[in-house]
């Protein structure tokens, strides 16, 4: 697994890029900076890996767009310590990103063979999160409450289950909608039972899959 001068002068100029799309946080950027995208990408799209693009990885997901992916974590706020719930593990490089940040991720995911290839190649690169396999839709209820929590495919609505599973005080971020572009959503837990929402731009996820709409 090689990570060559190359490969790091091509970060440092998508680092460059982000920062001029308006990402800010510079924890973020050194976090992006430091992952090595072209080991979460099928060999077809290796040569691609540092533009800004969401590619296929198999089982119908994508590994996000980097913007994206700064985009959300931006969003978050995470704080060192935070115990981040993820949905849609993916290739693990939203996973990495949320590990560099010092949270203690837990993620999630229905594609058993993603969740299988991806639980077995992130420590492999120093990434070490808590990895279940299951049902985005009602997240982890065994590990909650979380501090965070992060949807990363698109969701047709908030996910009630997950916000009671979020500590108040907490955010999560979700892009909403069931078309081919979701609008991201900001709900902040004020209490039990309040939330805040705010939107933030409209994007393009692969579609939350739940247990009657997912291959085994």
Request: charged share 20%.
């Amino acid at each position: 697994m090689i990570d060559s001068f190359r490969h790091q002068g091509l970060r440092k100029q998508l680092i460059k890029h982000l920062a001029s799309k308006g990402i800010t946080n510079l924890d973020v950027l050194n976090a992006i900076n430091k992952i090595p995208r072209h080991l979460f990408m099928d060999n077809a799209f290796v040569n691609f890996s540092y533009q800004d693009k969401a590619f296929p990885i198999g089982s119908g997901q994508t590994i996000s767009q980097p913007y994206t992916v700064a985009f959300q974590s931006q969003l978050l706020k995470i704080n060192a310590y935070d115990k981040v719930l993820e949905v849609g593990t993916g290739s693990g490089y939203q996973s990495a990103v949320l590990s560099l940040l010092n949270a203690e991720v837990f993620t999630i995911e229905r594609q058993k063979e993603l969740f299988l290839k991806t639980k077995k190649f992130l420590p492999t690169l120093g990434y070490n999160c808590m990895f279940v396999y299951g049902d985005g839709y009602k997240g982890m209820p065994k590990f909650a409450p979380f501090d965070k929590i992060i949807i990363t495919c698109g969701a047709p609505f908030v996910p009630k289950e997950l916000v009671n599973q979020l500590k108040v005080g907490g955010r999560m971020v979700a892009p909403i909608g069931d078309g081919d572009v979701q609008v991201m959503h900001l709900i902040e837990k004020i209490s039990e039972t309040e939330s805040k929402v705010t939107t933030h731009g409209e994007f393009s996820f692969v579609p939350m899959l739940n247990d009657k709409n997912s291959g085994k």
